[in-house]
């Protein structure tokens, strides 16, 4: 459980997987972190719909410091919720109370996912769409439930630009 929502974890990252990918996730967490990335993306490929595993490679990835995987893997996992969630596939295009964000399910994951991804493109230097990333959370989660705030700050940390200030 979830300390500071109350809610299950597996609800809050996706929730449940079948027994079979289950395996290959215990796999994966058995083997080096360089094996579990080919391991995950075959449960990905496997169960495309498994919103858990592309959580579990987004993190992977961006805690290697492959940057490039962490958002091909949080890309994938955003549009799958997105289908899951019945939300439009361009992020850009969801609208506040389209979906419920806040219970448990796949359009939390979906808002989960996308703060994930404006983290990612913040690491890799893509401060604009990290920018735009926030301004949609923002929008859509104004109670910051899922902690947005947190790649704000480091957005404002990192420049004045970030803030739309110019320099002077």
């Known amino acids: 459980m979830n300390l500071l929502t109350g809610a299950e974890s597996t609800a809050l990252f996706g929730g449940e997987i079948s027994p079979t990918i289950q395996h290959l996730v215990d796999r994966a967490r058995q083997a080096p972190r360089e094996e ?11 169960a495309p719909q498994s919103l858990p595993v592309y959580y579990l490679l987004y993190k992977l990835h961006a805690g290697l410091g492959e940057l490039d995987q962490a958002e091909q893997a949080a890309s994938k996992g955003l549009a799958a919720a997105a289908r899951a969630a019945g939300l439009p596939t361009d992020w850009h295009a969801v609208q506040p109370g389209q979906a419920d964000f806040a219970a448990p399910g796949a359009a939390r994951f979906w808002l989960f996912t996308l703060k994930a991804l404006a983290f990612v493109q913040l690491r890799r230097g893509e401060r604009g769409i990290a920018q735009a990333l926030v301004e949609q959370l923002a929008r859509l989660d104004p109670g910051d439930q899922v902690g947005a705030s947190v790649v704000r700050a480091l957005l404002a940390e990192s420049g004045p630009s970030s803030l739309g200030l110019k320099r002077g």
């Open 36 to 46: 579990a990335a080919a391991i995950l993306w075959t449960a990905c490929v496997s």
